[in-house]
């Protein structure tokens, strides 16, 4: 099992540098709780360090990638620190803004791209895509919980409630069609369904 690493540690340095002014959506939480957690739940489920250190750094590539990097500066700033395979592990499930020809991709397109290109990820690529889920969803049902006022949760989200809770569902959905079917599948499916309940 995955345990601490000056690996794992200089990668949550790198994010927490990254992430330094910002916080979880409608919350005052510094935004590197949000890393730490899927580092936690990947190494909940016995993930090598590469795959731990992806889920740590998979927010900085996706800033990086919606800021117009390009692939060289991607390969200087995070492939040569934390090696090709972490990369190529956090590109193959970082949401796209634009597809293979530059064009500009609305909402519904990046998340149907999304989903789309789950078929030619990586098993690691998967487990950061099931763990980034499992949390963003859990994080919201922990909310919903503590709230008299469930409408200032469902609002931070541009998909509503009922998007919200279909994006989850839909995650889940592939990754069982396309054959990924680690129990951590389970976990994000009983998140969904939690989040269409309350």
Known sequence: MTGYSDRINHA?????????????????????????????????????EDTVVAGILHD???????????RGMLEERIGRKFGETV?????????????????????????DDYVTRLALASEEARWVCAADKVHNANS????????????TVWGRFSAGREGTVRWYARVSERLREIGFTAPIVDELAHAAAELGRI
């Not at 994010?15 to 909940?44: E, F």
């Open 12 to 48: 949550f340095a790198f994010a927490a540098k990254h992430h330094d002014q910002q916080v979880r959506k409608g919350t005052r939480l510094p935004y590197l709780t949000h890393p730490a957690n899927v580092a936690v739940i990947l190494t909940r489920y016995g993930c090598a």
């Open 60 to 70: 900085v590539v996706e800033d990086c990638v919606r800021d117009g990097w390009t």
């Open 87 to 111: 990369l190529q592990t956090v590109l193959a499930v970082t949401e796209r803004r634009t597809d293979n020809d530059g064009v500009d991709l609305s909402w519904d397109e990046r998340k």
């Open 140 to 151: 919201i049902l922990s909310d919903l919980r503590r709230t008299s006022f469930p409408e």
